[in-house]
């Protein structure tokens, strides 16, 4: 059987190349060439709008009333907006009597596969199909009086694509055949239909591009010194540099000492070491989060007092093994730079958070401006 099938599957690809050739074949559903062949031919956008660099999957659906073994199609798109997602756009044949291959490159420039009408702002992407002999009796064909999706590809926007790009099959190619075959049990029995199969095309589909958004930025509010900043060794983007007098004796709104821009926030309802600020981009995605510090807060509870001087002891004399996070908090004074680690942490931290506790000095006392640009 297997010799069979080789044998039939070799003629059947040998009489394919000779009609023009990858042809077009397929049987009359009652095994006699009937001259009412039909097919309808169709296809879908996974998105209607996309950004530059985004991936657009193209789904091709066919429906007929014969059994297809070999075809080829061309599938116009906007040179100017899309480029194929890889040399094959990663094509894929969801039915399994199938094998589709991507047509030769030299093929889509072809007259016959991109009409002159639309050579100046289209190009094609080429579908050859080879039926698989999958079917016990014969060749595996495909045949459906109903639509179905039969392959796969992906376009990429391109980077400077703008305005809206198009998809489509033309119905006035030259690539489309009107040969089949009357016994799928026999790839010999093809025909060559004395009229023309019915072709049916479905419309022109399209995607537009959306504008570039700018990233967000974060910036201090009017009157307020909030900063990004990173530590050597350490790739997380803390916010320092708030007004602690502003938030202790005056009751204020941490949340009110930074903004926005081209996009939006959500913050913690309290300032603390470890807090979080999620930023968003215009889209609604997450652009960044960023981890707060409260210099003083060293345990995090979002207060300043005397078990964050303990915690300082117990860092100075090596009792406790503190992550990062409570060593940048612990260091208050104006020694502190960029490379922090224990050792930085001192007597002279202890003393500022112990006064501002006790209101020796003001809140403020605690620097918050320290780290160099």
């Not at 060749?139 to 590809?153: I, P, W, Y």
């Amino acid at each position: 059987m297997k010799k069979t099938m080789k044998k039939l599957f070799a003629v059947l690809v040998s009489a394919a190349l000779l009609v023009s050739c990858f042809a077009f074949t397929g049987t009359a559903l009652n095994g006699t060439p009937t001259g009412t062949e039909a097919m309808t031919i169709g296809l879908t956008l996974d998105k209607a709008e996309a950004n530059p660099g985004d991936t657009v999957t193209v789904t091709v659906r066919l429906a007929n009333n014969y059994n297809a073994v070999t075809m080829r199609w061309p599938v116009l798109f906007s040179k100017a907006f899309f480029e194929l997602d890889g040399e094959d756009g990663s094509l894929a044949a969801p039915i399994n009597t199938v094998v589709a291959v991507p047509g030769s490159a030299s093929a889509t420039t072809n007259a016959e596969f991109v009409p002159a009408a639309y050579a100046a702002d289209y190009d094609a992407f080429t579908i050859q199909w080879l039926a698989g002999g999958t079917l016990a009796d014969g060749v595996g064909a495909f045949n459906s009086a109903e639509a179905v999706d039969c392959f796969t590809f992906n376009l990429k926007v391109k980077a400077d694509a703008t305005g809206t790009g198009s998809v489509f099959i033309p119905a006035d190619s030259d690539a489309f055949y009107y040969t089949g075959i009357n016994d799928t049990a026999n790839a010999l029995s093809s025909y060559t239909s004395a009229t023309p199969f019915s072709f049916t095309f479905g419309d022109a589909q399209t995607v537009t591009a959306i504008a570039a958004q700018a990233d967000p930025v974060l910036t201090a509010a009017d009157g307020f010194d909030v900063r990004i900043v990173t530590f050597d060794g350490d790739d997380t983007e803390y916010l320092i540099g708030f007004d602690v007098d502003e938030i202790f004796d005056n009751g204020g709104d941490y949340r009110d000492q930074f903004v926005v821009t081209d996009g939006t926030y959500v913050a913690d309802d309290v300032l603390t070491t470890g807090g979080t600020v999620t930023v968003y981009d215009s889209k609604g995605d997450v652009y960044k989060t960023y981890t707060t510090i409260l210099f003083g807060d060293v345990d995090g509870e979002g207060s300043i007092d005397v078990n964050d001087a303990s915690e300082i002891i117990y860092m100075m004399d090596y009792f406790t093994e503190p992550t990062l996070l409570e060593i940048y908090a612990a260091d208050t004074s104006p020694d502190m730079e960029t490379e922090v680690d224990l050792t930085s942490i001192d007597s002279t931290d202890y003393s500022m958070v112990i006064y501002a506790n006790d209101y020796f000095v003001p809140w403020s006392a605690l620097s918050q401006t320290h780290i160099p640009e």
